[in-house]
Protein backbone atom coordinates (compact mmCIF):
# COMPACT_ATOMS: atom_id res chain seq x y z
CA UNK A 1 0.00 0.00 0.00
CA UNK A 2 1.09 3.39 -1.24
CA UNK A 3 1.33 6.52 1.84
CA UNK A 4 -1.43 9.37 1.37
CA UNK A 5 1.07 12.24 0.31
CA UNK A 6 -2.26 14.72 0.82
CA UNK A 7 -1.56 14.67 4.56
CA UNK A 8 1.87 15.59 4.13
CA UNK A 9 2.78 19.42 5.62
CA UNK A 10 5.35 20.25 2.84
CA UNK A 11 4.67 20.46 -0.58
CA UNK A 12 5.56 17.82 -2.57
CA UNK A 13 4.91 17.45 -6.37
CA UNK A 14 5.90 15.58 -9.47
CA UNK A 15 7.50 17.61 -12.30
CA UNK A 16 7.54 16.32 -16.41
CA UNK A 17 10.93 17.67 -17.32
CA UNK A 18 9.80 16.65 -21.41
CA UNK A 19 6.31 18.16 -21.39
CA UNK A 20 7.38 21.38 -18.67
CA UNK A 21 4.02 20.27 -16.93
CA UNK A 22 3.31 19.38 -13.38
CA UNK A 23 2.31 15.53 -13.11
CA UNK A 24 1.10 15.52 -9.63
CA UNK A 25 1.06 17.66 -6.73
CA UNK A 26 -0.63 16.94 -2.90
CA UNK A 27 -2.14 19.79 -1.53
CA UNK A 28 0.34 21.65 0.37
CA UNK A 29 2.24 21.82 -3.28
CA UNK A 30 -1.54 23.48 -4.24
CA UNK A 31 -0.97 26.13 -1.61
CA UNK A 32 2.56 26.69 -2.95
CA UNK A 33 1.47 27.08 -6.28
CA UNK A 34 -1.02 29.37 -6.35
CA UNK A 35 -3.47 26.57 -7.61
CA UNK A 36 -6.94 26.61 -7.45
CA UNK A 37 -7.42 22.73 -7.64
CA UNK A 38 -4.96 19.64 -8.57
CA UNK A 39 -6.54 19.61 -12.75
CA UNK A 40 -5.59 23.61 -12.67
CA UNK A 41 -2.58 23.24 -11.77
CA UNK A 42 -2.07 19.83 -13.92
CA UNK A 43 -2.99 21.87 -16.93
CA UNK A 44 0.02 24.63 -16.65
CA UNK A 45 1.90 24.92 -19.18
CA UNK A 46 5.62 25.79 -18.12
CA UNK A 47 7.43 26.12 -21.70
CA UNK A 48 7.46 29.78 -22.14
CA UNK A 49 8.25 30.86 -18.37
CA UNK A 50 11.31 28.02 -18.52
CA UNK A 51 14.66 29.40 -19.81
CA UNK A 52 16.87 27.62 -21.56
CA UNK A 53 19.36 27.34 -18.68
CA UNK A 54 16.83 26.03 -16.22
CA UNK A 55 15.80 23.50 -18.38
CA UNK A 56 19.50 22.53 -19.14
CA UNK A 57 19.97 22.54 -15.45
CA UNK A 58 16.76 20.18 -14.95
CA UNK A 59 18.07 17.83 -17.44
CA UNK A 60 21.35 17.92 -15.59
CA UNK A 61 19.35 17.19 -12.29
CA UNK A 62 17.49 14.11 -14.21
CA UNK A 63 21.09 12.16 -15.66
CA UNK A 64 21.87 12.71 -11.43
CA UNK A 65 18.71 10.65 -10.91
CA UNK A 66 19.40 8.04 -13.39
CA UNK A 67 23.10 7.49 -11.46
CA UNK A 68 20.49 7.05 -8.06
CA UNK A 69 21.57 10.43 -6.39
CA UNK A 70 19.43 13.03 -5.36
CA UNK A 71 19.69 17.19 -5.25
CA UNK A 72 19.47 19.68 -2.43
CA UNK A 73 19.48 23.31 -2.84
CA UNK A 74 17.58 26.55 -2.43
CA UNK A 75 14.97 27.55 -5.57
CA UNK A 76 12.65 30.18 -6.61
CA UNK A 77 9.37 29.94 -8.28
CA UNK A 78 7.11 32.91 -8.92
CA UNK A 79 3.82 31.37 -9.66
CA UNK A 80 1.38 33.57 -10.44
CA UNK A 81 4.27 36.14 -10.50
CA UNK A 82 3.87 35.98 -6.81
CA UNK A 83 8.00 35.25 -5.40
CA UNK A 84 8.48 32.19 -3.12
CA UNK A 85 12.07 30.66 -2.46
CA UNK A 86 11.83 27.29 -0.72
CA UNK A 87 14.87 24.45 0.45
CA UNK A 88 14.23 21.67 -2.36
CA UNK A 89 14.82 17.49 -1.88
CA UNK A 90 14.67 16.40 -5.55
CA UNK A 91 14.81 13.23 -6.68
CA UNK A 92 13.42 11.04 -9.74
CA UNK A 93 10.54 10.15 -10.69
CA UNK A 94 9.92 7.08 -13.51
CA UNK A 95 6.52 7.76 -15.26
CA UNK A 96 4.93 4.67 -16.35
CA UNK A 97 6.39 4.97 -19.89
CA UNK A 98 10.34 4.94 -18.34
CA UNK A 99 10.99 8.22 -18.54
CA UNK A 100 12.39 9.66 -15.34
CA UNK A 101 10.93 12.79 -14.14
CA UNK A 102 11.34 15.21 -11.10
CA UNK A 103 10.17 14.94 -7.79
CA UNK A 104 10.12 17.60 -5.40
CA UNK A 105 9.58 18.24 -1.59
CA UNK A 106 10.19 21.70 -0.87
CA UNK A 107 10.43 23.31 2.92
CA UNK A 108 9.60 27.40 2.94
CA UNK A 109 12.70 29.12 3.14
CA UNK A 110 11.26 31.72 5.41
CA UNK A 111 11.24 28.23 8.27
CA UNK A 112 15.32 28.29 6.91
CA UNK A 113 18.34 30.60 8.53
CA UNK A 114 19.57 32.25 5.14
CA UNK A 115 22.47 33.64 6.72
CA UNK A 116 24.86 31.17 6.45
CA UNK A 117 26.87 31.31 3.18
CA UNK A 118 30.64 30.98 2.25
CA UNK A 119 33.22 32.78 4.10
CA UNK A 120 34.58 35.44 1.65
CA UNK A 121 38.22 34.72 2.96
CA UNK A 122 39.90 32.83 0.65
CA UNK A 123 42.59 30.40 2.07
CA UNK A 124 45.10 29.00 -0.45
CA UNK A 125 48.30 26.81 0.37
CA UNK A 126 50.62 24.68 -2.26
CA UNK A 127 51.85 21.00 -2.30
CA UNK A 128 54.00 18.99 -4.19
CA UNK A 129 52.53 15.83 -5.92
CA UNK A 130 53.22 13.15 -3.24
CA UNK A 131 51.03 15.90 -0.61
CA UNK A 132 54.45 17.44 1.00
CA UNK A 133 53.30 21.04 2.28
CA UNK A 134 55.20 24.08 0.03
CA UNK A 135 53.65 27.19 1.66
CA UNK A 136 49.77 28.96 2.36
CA UNK A 137 49.03 32.27 3.00
CA UNK A 138 48.30 33.91 6.28
CA UNK A 139 44.39 33.17 6.24
CA UNK A 140 45.05 29.56 6.03
CA UNK A 141 47.93 29.17 9.06
CA UNK A 142 45.22 31.10 11.27
CA UNK A 143 42.76 28.82 10.67
CA UNK A 144 44.62 25.41 10.08
CA UNK A 145 47.85 25.59 11.97
CA UNK A 146 51.55 26.05 11.65
CA UNK A 147 51.91 22.09 12.35
CA UNK A 148 50.66 20.84 8.94
CA UNK A 149 53.23 18.85 6.87
CA UNK A 150 51.25 16.87 4.98
CA UNK A 151 47.93 17.76 2.64
CA UNK A 152 46.35 14.46 4.12
CA UNK A 153 46.46 15.91 7.45
CA UNK A 154 44.04 18.38 6.69
CA UNK A 155 40.71 15.21 6.11
CA UNK A 156 39.18 13.95 9.02
CA UNK A 157 38.82 11.03 6.97
CA UNK A 158 41.45 9.05 5.55
CA UNK A 159 39.60 7.92 3.20
CA UNK A 160 38.93 11.12 1.84
CA UNK A 161 42.48 12.44 1.12
CA UNK A 162 43.27 9.05 -0.86
CA UNK A 163 39.56 10.26 -3.03
CA UNK A 164 41.38 13.75 -3.40
CA UNK A 165 45.23 12.17 -4.58
CA UNK A 166 43.47 9.51 -6.76
CA UNK A 167 41.13 12.13 -8.47
CA UNK A 168 44.01 14.90 -8.84
CA UNK A 169 46.26 12.52 -10.66
CA UNK A 170 43.33 11.26 -13.09
CA UNK A 171 41.52 14.11 -13.90
CA UNK A 172 44.50 16.95 -12.54
CA UNK A 173 41.59 18.97 -10.84
CA UNK A 174 39.35 18.37 -7.95
CA UNK A 175 36.49 19.92 -6.42
CA UNK A 176 34.29 18.77 -3.53
CA UNK A 177 33.53 19.73 0.54
CA UNK A 178 35.04 18.33 3.07
CA UNK A 179 35.35 18.17 6.70
CA UNK A 180 38.54 19.39 7.95
CA UNK A 181 41.12 19.72 10.86
CA UNK A 182 41.42 23.29 12.30
CA UNK A 183 42.70 24.78 14.98
CA UNK A 184 38.80 25.77 16.10
CA UNK A 185 37.79 21.79 15.91
CA UNK A 186 36.46 20.06 13.02
CA UNK A 187 34.77 22.79 9.99
CA UNK A 188 33.49 22.17 6.76
CA UNK A 189 35.69 23.86 3.56
CA UNK A 190 34.97 24.18 0.28
CA UNK A 191 38.04 22.36 -2.09
CA UNK A 192 39.11 23.63 -5.17
CA UNK A 193 42.49 21.63 -6.31
CA UNK A 194 44.41 22.12 -9.42
CA UNK A 195 47.63 20.84 -10.34
CA UNK A 196 50.18 23.75 -11.90
CA UNK A 197 51.30 21.41 -15.04
CA UNK A 198 51.00 19.18 -17.65
CA UNK A 199 53.34 16.81 -16.41
CA UNK A 200 52.55 15.51 -12.89
CA UNK A 201 55.63 14.84 -11.58
CA UNK A 202 57.08 18.20 -11.99
CA UNK A 203 54.05 20.33 -11.01
CA UNK A 204 52.80 21.36 -7.68
CA UNK A 205 49.34 20.96 -6.06
CA UNK A 206 46.98 24.34 -5.31
CA UNK A 207 44.58 24.13 -3.25
CA UNK A 208 41.86 26.96 -2.32
CA UNK A 209 39.81 25.99 0.25
CA UNK A 210 36.54 28.29 1.40
CA UNK A 211 35.14 27.93 5.17
CA UNK A 212 31.35 26.94 4.95
CA UNK A 213 31.10 25.27 7.98
CA UNK A 214 27.46 27.77 8.88
CA UNK A 215 25.72 26.85 5.32
CA UNK A 216 27.27 23.33 5.55
CA UNK A 217 25.74 22.68 8.83
CA UNK A 218 22.23 24.17 8.09
CA UNK A 219 22.25 22.25 4.95
CA UNK A 220 22.80 18.62 7.11
CA UNK A 221 20.45 19.59 8.95
CA UNK A 222 18.02 20.54 6.70
CA UNK A 223 18.72 17.34 5.19
CA UNK A 224 18.23 15.27 7.86
CA UNK A 225 15.00 17.30 8.39
CA UNK A 226 14.02 16.17 4.61
CA UNK A 227 15.22 12.68 5.60
CA UNK A 228 13.66 11.65 8.40
CA UNK A 229 9.85 11.01 9.66
CA UNK A 230 8.59 13.78 12.43
CA UNK A 231 6.13 12.03 14.39
CA UNK A 232 8.89 8.97 14.67
CA UNK A 233 11.89 10.21 14.16
CA UNK A 234 12.86 7.37 11.74
CA UNK A 235 13.92 7.67 8.03
CA UNK A 236 11.46 8.88 5.45
CA UNK A 237 10.95 7.43 2.58
CA UNK A 238 13.72 9.57 0.93
CA UNK A 239 16.21 8.89 3.28
CA UNK A 240 15.36 5.13 3.27
CA UNK A 241 16.34 5.21 -0.59
CA UNK A 242 19.63 7.22 0.27
CA UNK A 243 20.72 4.38 2.62
CA UNK A 244 19.28 1.67 -0.23
CA UNK A 245 21.59 3.35 -2.77
CA UNK A 246 24.86 2.68 -0.67
CA UNK A 247 24.10 -0.92 -0.10
CA UNK A 248 23.06 -1.62 -3.53
CA UNK A 249 26.15 0.45 -4.86
CA UNK A 250 28.03 -2.45 -2.32
CA UNK A 251 26.26 -5.46 -3.79
CA UNK A 252 25.57 -6.54 -0.18
CA UNK A 253 22.53 -8.64 -0.41
CA UNK A 254 19.54 -7.92 1.56
CA UNK A 255 16.07 -8.50 2.55
CA UNK A 256 13.17 -5.48 2.52
CA UNK A 257 10.21 -5.67 4.35
CA UNK A 258 6.91 -3.87 3.28
CA UNK A 259 5.04 -3.90 6.89
CA UNK A 260 1.76 -2.23 6.55
CA UNK A 261 -1.05 -2.34 9.53
CA UNK A 262 -3.93 -3.90 9.41
CA UNK A 263 -7.15 -1.52 9.79
CA UNK A 264 -5.05 1.46 11.33
CA UNK A 265 -7.92 3.67 9.47
CA UNK A 266 -10.42 2.36 11.41
CA UNK A 267 -8.58 2.99 14.80
CA UNK A 268 -7.51 6.57 13.77
CA UNK A 269 -11.30 6.84 13.31
CA UNK A 270 -13.18 5.19 16.15
CA UNK A 271 -10.15 6.26 18.85
CA UNK A 272 -8.97 8.86 17.43
CA UNK A 273 -5.54 10.38 15.93
CA UNK A 274 -4.01 10.59 19.38
CA UNK A 275 -4.48 7.11 19.94
CA UNK A 276 -3.68 6.09 16.56
CA UNK A 277 0.50 8.32 16.99
CA UNK A 278 0.90 6.41 19.67
CA UNK A 279 0.78 3.39 18.73
CA UNK A 280 2.95 4.41 15.31
CA UNK A 281 5.80 5.44 17.81
CA UNK A 282 5.40 2.38 20.24
CA UNK A 283 5.67 -0.06 16.47
CA UNK A 284 8.69 2.31 15.43
CA UNK A 285 10.58 1.77 18.59
CA UNK A 286 10.26 -1.78 18.83
CA UNK A 287 11.56 -2.47 15.19
CA UNK A 288 14.65 0.31 16.23
CA UNK A 289 15.41 -1.54 19.18
CA UNK A 290 14.74 -4.81 18.04
CA UNK A 291 16.60 -4.71 14.54
CA UNK A 292 19.98 -2.23 15.50
CA UNK A 293 21.90 -3.12 12.68
CA UNK A 294 19.04 -2.89 10.04
CA UNK A 295 17.71 -0.10 8.35
CA UNK A 296 14.62 1.13 9.43
CA UNK A 297 12.41 3.44 8.03
CA UNK A 298 8.27 4.95 8.17
CA UNK A 299 6.92 5.62 4.50
CA UNK A 300 3.59 6.09 5.38
CA UNK A 301 0.66 6.56 7.01
CA UNK A 302 0.97 3.45 8.66
CA UNK A 303 3.59 2.15 6.47
CA UNK A 304 7.18 0.83 7.44
CA UNK A 305 10.16 -0.69 5.55
CA UNK A 306 12.97 -2.61 7.25
CA UNK A 307 15.95 -3.69 5.22
CA UNK A 308 18.08 -6.50 6.65
CA UNK A 309 21.50 -7.49 5.67
CA UNK A 310 21.09 -11.57 4.65
CA UNK A 311 22.32 -13.27 7.59
CA UNK A 312 22.29 -11.21 10.28
CA UNK A 313 19.05 -11.84 12.15
CA UNK A 314 17.80 -15.30 10.13
CA UNK A 315 16.23 -16.41 7.02
CA UNK A 316 13.65 -14.53 5.09
CA UNK A 317 10.34 -16.36 6.42
CA UNK A 318 11.90 -16.12 9.98
CA UNK A 319 12.19 -12.05 9.87
CA UNK A 320 9.02 -12.02 8.76
CA UNK A 321 7.23 -14.49 11.68
CA UNK A 322 9.34 -12.12 13.51
CA UNK A 323 7.82 -9.10 13.04
CA UNK A 324 4.78 -10.30 12.77
CA UNK A 325 4.94 -11.27 16.45
CA UNK A 326 6.79 -7.77 17.28
CA UNK A 327 3.12 -6.02 15.40
CA UNK A 328 0.73 -8.17 17.52
CA UNK A 329 2.30 -7.29 21.08
CA UNK A 330 -0.84 -5.35 22.58
CA UNK A 331 0.01 -1.53 22.50
CA UNK A 332 -0.55 0.83 25.92
CA UNK A 333 -2.18 4.09 24.89
CA UNK A 334 -4.05 6.84 26.27
CA UNK A 335 -5.40 5.71 30.02
CA UNK A 336 -3.12 2.66 29.95
CA UNK A 337 -5.87 1.11 27.50
CA UNK A 338 -4.18 -1.83 25.66
CA UNK A 339 -4.84 -2.18 22.05
CA UNK A 340 -4.34 -5.04 19.92
CA UNK A 341 -3.10 -4.90 16.61
CA UNK A 342 -1.96 -6.71 13.59
CA UNK A 343 -0.38 -6.51 10.26
CA UNK A 344 0.78 -7.51 6.85
CA UNK A 345 3.92 -7.81 5.81
CA UNK A 346 5.38 -8.52 2.27
CA UNK A 347 9.11 -8.62 1.68
CA UNK A 348 11.82 -9.08 -1.54
CA UNK A 349 15.19 -10.04 -1.51
CA UNK A 350 18.36 -8.22 -3.18
CA UNK A 351 19.60 -9.02 -5.70
CA UNK A 352 17.13 -12.27 -6.56
CA UNK A 353 13.87 -10.20 -6.91
CA UNK A 354 15.69 -7.20 -8.62
CA UNK A 355 18.70 -4.83 -8.40
CA UNK A 356 16.66 -1.98 -8.85
CA UNK A 357 15.62 0.69 -5.78
CA UNK A 358 11.95 1.41 -6.89
CA UNK A 359 11.45 -2.31 -8.18
CA UNK A 360 12.51 -3.91 -4.75
CA UNK A 361 10.40 -1.47 -3.18
CA UNK A 362 6.99 -1.71 -5.57
CA UNK A 363 7.62 -5.72 -5.48
CA UNK A 364 7.94 -6.00 -1.71
CA UNK A 365 4.71 -3.49 -1.65
CA UNK A 366 2.97 -6.01 -4.08
CA UNK A 367 3.71 -8.71 -1.55
CA UNK A 368 2.31 -7.02 1.34
CA UNK A 369 -0.63 -6.04 -0.72
CA UNK A 370 -1.20 -10.05 -1.26
CA UNK A 371 -0.98 -10.42 2.35
CA UNK A 372 -3.76 -8.01 2.95
CA UNK A 373 -6.15 -9.79 0.42
CA UNK A 374 -5.37 -13.17 1.84
CA UNK A 375 -6.42 -12.06 4.79
CA UNK A 376 -4.37 -9.65 6.18
CA UNK A 377 -2.22 -10.71 9.95
CA UNK A 378 0.44 -12.75 7.78
CA UNK A 379 3.82 -12.31 5.83
CA UNK A 380 4.24 -13.08 1.79
CA UNK A 381 7.83 -13.39 0.08
CA UNK A 382 7.36 -11.61 -3.05
CA UNK A 383 6.82 -14.24 -6.61
CA UNK A 384 6.98 -13.13 -10.31
CA UNK A 385 3.81 -11.09 -11.43
CA UNK A 386 2.75 -9.80 -7.86
CA UNK A 387 3.41 -6.07 -8.67
CA UNK A 388 1.33 -6.13 -12.07
CA UNK A 389 -2.06 -6.20 -9.18
CA UNK A 390 -0.58 -3.22 -7.48
CA UNK A 391 0.30 -1.18 -10.54
CA UNK A 392 -3.39 -1.31 -11.36
CA UNK A 393 -3.98 -0.33 -7.76
CA UNK A 394 -2.10 2.84 -7.86
CA UNK A 395 -3.54 3.65 -11.24
CA UNK A 396 -7.12 3.14 -10.40
CA UNK A 397 -5.78 5.35 -6.81
CA UNK A 398 -4.87 7.87 -9.03
CA UNK A 399 -7.84 8.61 -11.06
CA UNK A 400 -10.23 7.51 -8.24
CA UNK A 401 -9.16 10.81 -5.98
CA UNK A 402 -10.32 13.03 -8.99
CA UNK A 403 -13.61 10.92 -10.11
CA UNK A 404 -16.28 12.70 -8.10
CA UNK A 405 -14.94 16.29 -9.31
CA UNK A 406 -14.81 14.98 -13.26
CA UNK A 407 -18.54 13.78 -12.42
CA UNK A 408 -17.44 10.26 -14.12
CA UNK A 409 -19.71 8.33 -11.18
CA UNK A 410 -23.27 7.24 -12.63
CA UNK A 411 -26.35 4.89 -10.75
CA UNK A 412 -27.60 2.04 -11.70
CA UNK A 413 -30.85 1.13 -10.17
CA UNK A 414 -31.64 -2.39 -10.56
CA UNK A 415 -35.14 -3.26 -9.25
CA UNK A 416 -36.80 -5.53 -6.73
CA UNK A 417 -40.02 -7.32 -7.72
CA UNK A 418 -42.73 -8.21 -5.58
CA UNK A 419 -43.86 -11.33 -7.24
CA UNK A 420 -47.38 -11.97 -5.20
CA UNK A 421 -48.51 -8.95 -7.29
CA UNK A 422 -46.24 -8.79 -10.16
CA UNK A 423 -44.84 -4.83 -8.91
CA UNK A 424 -41.78 -3.24 -7.85
CA UNK A 425 -41.14 -3.27 -4.17
CA UNK A 426 -37.82 -1.30 -4.25
CA UNK A 427 -34.85 -0.20 -6.03
CA UNK A 428 -31.16 -0.93 -5.53
CA UNK A 429 -28.62 1.34 -6.11
CA UNK A 430 -25.55 0.20 -7.54
CA UNK A 431 -22.17 2.68 -8.24
CA UNK A 432 -21.02 2.47 -12.22
CA UNK A 433 -17.88 4.51 -12.66
CA UNK A 434 -16.84 4.85 -16.40
CA UNK A 435 -13.28 6.45 -16.05
CA UNK A 436 -11.91 8.35 -19.65
CA UNK A 437 -8.10 6.08 -19.49
CA UNK A 438 -9.37 3.06 -17.69
CA UNK A 439 -12.80 2.54 -19.22
CA UNK A 440 -15.66 0.79 -16.59
CA UNK A 441 -13.67 -0.01 -13.53
CA UNK A 442 -15.70 -2.83 -11.34
CA UNK A 443 -17.41 -1.96 -8.94
CA UNK A 444 -15.91 -3.98 -5.89
CA UNK A 445 -12.41 -3.02 -7.28
CA UNK A 446 -13.10 0.63 -6.92
CA UNK A 447 -15.00 0.58 -3.89
CA UNK A 448 -12.31 -1.50 -2.36
CA UNK A 449 -9.60 0.84 -3.22
CA UNK A 450 -11.64 3.96 -1.73
CA UNK A 451 -11.61 2.09 1.34
CA UNK A 452 -7.93 1.61 1.04
CA UNK A 453 -6.77 5.32 0.42
CA UNK A 454 -9.32 6.15 2.74
CA UNK A 455 -11.91 8.27 0.44
CA UNK A 456 -14.78 5.25 0.23
CA UNK A 457 -17.28 8.23 2.59
CA UNK A 458 -16.51 10.93 0.09
CA UNK A 459 -17.99 8.67 -1.98
CA UNK A 460 -20.40 6.67 -0.62
CA UNK A 461 -21.70 10.67 0.39
CA UNK A 462 -22.18 11.04 -2.95
CA UNK A 463 -24.17 7.64 -3.26
CA UNK A 464 -26.33 8.44 -0.96
CA UNK A 465 -26.98 12.04 -1.89
CA UNK A 466 -27.19 11.38 -5.33
CA UNK A 467 -29.80 8.04 -4.87
CA UNK A 468 -31.84 9.31 -2.46
CA UNK A 469 -32.72 12.70 -4.96
CA UNK A 470 -33.07 10.49 -7.80
CA UNK A 471 -36.00 8.00 -5.83
CA UNK A 472 -38.63 10.55 -6.31
CA UNK A 473 -38.46 10.33 -9.86
CA UNK A 474 -37.30 6.44 -10.41
CA UNK A 475 -41.08 6.39 -8.50
CA UNK A 476 -42.87 8.79 -10.71
CA UNK A 477 -41.39 6.85 -13.98
CA UNK A 478 -42.69 3.11 -12.62
CA UNK A 479 -45.84 4.37 -11.00
CA UNK A 480 -44.39 2.89 -7.55
CA UNK A 481 -43.89 4.06 -3.89
CA UNK A 482 -40.58 1.82 -4.27
CA UNK A 483 -38.30 2.16 -1.67
CA UNK A 484 -34.45 2.42 -1.93
CA UNK A 485 -31.53 -0.22 -1.57
CA UNK A 486 -28.08 1.26 -0.50
CA UNK A 487 -24.96 -0.47 0.04
CA UNK A 488 -22.71 0.86 3.10
CA UNK A 489 -19.53 0.10 4.02
CA UNK A 490 -17.93 -1.26 7.26
CA UNK A 491 -15.98 1.62 7.96
CA UNK A 492 -18.61 4.34 6.80
CA UNK A 493 -21.40 1.78 9.07
CA UNK A 494 -19.72 2.22 12.63
CA UNK A 495 -19.63 6.03 11.95
CA UNK A 496 -21.84 7.49 14.64
CA UNK A 497 -23.24 10.44 12.41
CA UNK A 498 -24.64 8.30 10.23
CA UNK A 499 -28.31 7.81 11.08
CA UNK A 500 -28.26 11.83 11.40
CA UNK A 501 -26.72 12.29 8.15
CA UNK A 502 -29.30 9.92 6.17
CA UNK A 503 -32.17 11.26 7.75
CA UNK A 504 -30.85 15.06 7.01
CA UNK A 505 -30.42 14.28 3.08
CA UNK A 506 -34.27 12.44 2.90
CA UNK A 507 -35.73 15.81 4.44
CA UNK A 508 -33.50 17.73 1.66
CA UNK A 509 -35.82 15.93 -0.75
CA UNK A 510 -38.90 15.46 1.29
CA UNK A 511 -38.61 11.54 2.12
CA UNK A 512 -38.96 9.82 5.37
CA UNK A 513 -36.56 7.33 6.99
CA UNK A 514 -39.28 3.65 5.87
CA UNK A 515 -38.21 4.98 2.67
CA UNK A 516 -34.75 3.76 2.86
CA UNK A 517 -33.29 0.28 3.25
CA UNK A 518 -29.28 -0.23 3.97
CA UNK A 519 -27.60 -3.15 3.02
CA UNK A 520 -24.94 -4.81 5.14
CA UNK A 521 -23.08 -8.15 4.85
CA UNK A 522 -23.86 -10.53 7.84
CA UNK A 523 -20.16 -10.42 8.78
CA UNK A 524 -20.08 -6.39 9.46
CA UNK A 525 -23.32 -6.55 11.26
CA UNK A 526 -22.06 -9.61 13.94
CA UNK A 527 -19.41 -7.51 14.54
CA UNK A 528 -21.65 -5.16 16.06
CA UNK A 529 -23.56 -6.73 18.27
CA UNK A 530 -21.84 -6.47 21.28
CA UNK A 531 -20.65 -2.99 20.71
CA UNK A 532 -21.04 -0.67 23.26
CA UNK A 533 -22.39 2.41 20.58
CA UNK A 534 -24.67 -0.80 18.28
CA UNK A 535 -24.79 0.89 15.17
CA UNK A 536 -27.60 -1.42 13.72
CA UNK A 537 -29.83 -0.50 16.50
CA UNK A 538 -28.63 3.56 15.66
CA UNK A 539 -30.00 3.13 12.35
CA UNK A 540 -32.83 1.23 12.63
CA UNK A 541 -34.55 3.05 15.90
CA UNK A 542 -34.75 6.11 13.31
CA UNK A 543 -36.86 4.35 11.22
CA UNK A 544 -34.57 3.40 8.48
CA UNK A 545 -35.02 -0.25 7.63
CA UNK A 546 -31.67 -2.47 7.76
CA UNK A 547 -31.49 -5.84 5.14
CA UNK A 548 -28.49 -8.29 5.84
CA UNK A 549 -26.81 -8.76 2.42
CA UNK A 550 -25.06 -11.58 0.85
CA UNK A 551 -26.77 -14.01 3.67
CA UNK A 552 -25.26 -17.46 3.64
CA UNK A 553 -21.75 -16.61 2.56
CA UNK A 554 -20.39 -15.30 5.81
CA UNK A 555 -19.80 -16.43 9.19
CA UNK A 556 -22.72 -19.63 10.24
CA UNK A 557 -24.85 -16.93 11.76
CA UNK A 558 -28.18 -18.26 11.54
CA UNK A 559 -27.96 -18.52 15.87
CA UNK A 560 -27.21 -14.81 15.78
CA UNK A 561 -29.85 -13.74 13.56
CA UNK A 562 -32.45 -12.66 16.50
CA UNK A 563 -29.73 -10.12 17.74
CA UNK A 564 -29.66 -8.49 14.63
CA UNK A 565 -32.21 -5.51 14.20
CA UNK A 566 -32.76 -5.92 10.31
CA UNK A 567 -36.24 -6.63 8.83
CA UNK A 568 -35.02 -8.28 5.71
CA UNK A 569 -32.12 -11.23 4.52
CA UNK A 570 -31.43 -11.12 1.02
CA UNK A 571 -30.38 -15.15 0.30
CA UNK A 572 -27.19 -14.70 -1.99
CA UNK A 573 -27.44 -16.04 -5.20
CA UNK A 574 -25.57 -19.36 -5.40
CA UNK A 575 -28.23 -20.58 -3.26
CA UNK A 576 -30.89 -19.67 -6.44
CA UNK A 577 -28.33 -21.01 -8.47
CA UNK A 578 -28.98 -24.71 -6.93
CA UNK A 579 -32.71 -24.44 -6.43
CA UNK A 580 -33.14 -26.40 -9.77
CA UNK A 581 -31.25 -29.43 -7.94
CA UNK A 582 -32.63 -28.72 -4.65
CA UNK A 583 -34.46 -26.37 -2.93
CA UNK A 584 -34.42 -27.72 0.60
CA UNK A 585 -31.56 -25.34 1.60
CA UNK A 586 -33.32 -22.56 0.53
CA UNK A 587 -36.77 -23.37 1.89
CA UNK A 588 -34.74 -24.30 5.52
CA UNK A 589 -34.01 -21.20 5.13
CA UNK A 590 -36.80 -19.68 4.39
CA UNK A 591 -39.28 -20.87 6.82
CA UNK A 592 -36.64 -20.09 9.54
CA UNK A 593 -36.68 -16.30 8.63
CA UNK A 594 -40.51 -16.83 8.61
CA UNK A 595 -40.14 -17.96 11.89
CA UNK A 596 -37.98 -15.33 13.13
CA UNK A 597 -40.53 -12.74 11.98
CA UNK A 598 -37.98 -11.86 8.64
CA UNK A 599 -38.92 -11.27 5.13
CA UNK A 600 -36.56 -13.14 2.90
CA UNK A 601 -35.54 -11.60 -0.22
CA UNK A 602 -33.60 -13.71 -3.08
CA UNK A 603 -31.01 -12.57 -5.08
CA UNK A 604 -29.76 -13.82 -8.59
CA UNK A 605 -33.20 -15.00 -10.16
CA UNK A 606 -32.15 -15.45 -14.07
CA UNK A 607 -34.89 -17.69 -15.20
CA UNK A 608 -38.34 -18.25 -14.96
CA UNK A 609 -38.26 -21.86 -13.17
CA UNK A 610 -35.84 -20.46 -10.78
CA UNK A 611 -38.78 -17.37 -9.89
CA UNK A 612 -41.49 -19.93 -10.47
CA UNK A 613 -39.71 -22.55 -7.89
CA UNK A 614 -38.93 -19.65 -5.46
CA UNK A 615 -42.79 -18.54 -5.20
CA UNK A 616 -43.75 -21.70 -4.79
CA UNK A 617 -41.50 -22.09 -1.50
CA UNK A 618 -43.09 -18.49 -0.66
CA UNK A 619 -40.66 -16.49 -1.26
CA UNK A 620 -42.03 -13.70 -3.19
CA UNK A 621 -39.39 -10.64 -3.07
CA UNK A 622 -37.15 -11.30 -5.75
CA UNK A 623 -34.28 -9.47 -7.28
CA UNK A 624 -31.75 -10.75 -10.56
CA UNK A 625 -31.07 -9.95 -14.30
CA UNK A 626 -34.14 -12.14 -15.82
CA UNK A 627 -36.54 -9.83 -13.49
CA UNK A 628 -34.59 -6.64 -14.18
CA UNK A 629 -30.94 -5.82 -15.07
CA UNK A 630 -29.89 -2.60 -13.63
CA UNK A 631 -29.90 0.59 -15.62
CA UNK A 632 -29.08 4.34 -15.42
CA UNK A 633 -32.10 6.72 -14.44
CA UNK A 634 -32.53 7.70 -17.81
CA UNK A 635 -33.79 4.30 -19.20
CA UNK A 636 -36.83 4.29 -16.67
CA UNK A 637 -37.29 8.25 -17.59
CA UNK A 638 -37.57 6.77 -21.07
CA UNK A 639 -41.16 7.41 -21.91
CA UNK A 640 -41.04 4.82 -24.93
CA UNK A 641 -40.30 2.30 -22.91
CA UNK A 642 -42.70 -0.55 -21.79
CA UNK A 643 -43.98 -0.74 -18.12
CA UNK A 644 -41.32 -1.83 -15.48
CA UNK A 645 -42.30 -5.05 -14.77
CA UNK A 646 -41.60 -8.61 -13.60
CA UNK A 647 -40.48 -10.24 -17.23
CA UNK A 648 -39.67 -13.76 -15.89
Not at 120 to 142: C, K, R, V
Not at 468 to 496: E, G, H, Y
Request: aromatic letters at 8%; glycine letters at 6%; charged letters at 20%.
Amino acid sequence: MSIDCNDLSTALWVYDIDNYCIYWANKAALVLWEAASLNELISRNFKFETSDAVQKTLLGYRSAFESGKSVSMFWRFTPKDIPKETFCQMSGYQFADGRIGLQCEAIPAQLINEQASQSSIIMLSTYDINGNFISANPAFIDQMGQQISQLSQLFTDSDHSRDVFKSIRQKKNHTSDYLLNTVSGDQWFHLQLSISAEEIDNSEILVQQFNINQRKLEQINLTKQANSDPLTGLLNRRGLKEKLAKNIETNTEFYIYYIDIDSFKMINDSMGHAVGDSILKTLAQRLDSTFKQAIVSRVGGDEFILVVNKGEYGSQGDIANSLLELTNLPYTVLNDTPVLVSASVGSANYPRDGTDLEKLLLRADAAMYVAKSQGKKRGISYSKGMEDSLQRRSLVARYLYLAIENSEFELHYQPIIDTSNNSIYGFEALLRWHNPSLGLVPTEEAITIAEQIGIIVDVENWVINQAIADLTKLRQATDSQALLSLNISAIRFIDPQLPTYLLQVLAEHGLSASDLEIELTESTLLKDINNEHNSAKAITDQGILLSIDDFGTGYSSLAYLHQIPASIVKIDRSFTARITESSATISSIHHLLKSLQLTTLVEGVETEQQSKMLKLIGINLQQGYGLGRPKPLSYYLDKSKPSIQATV
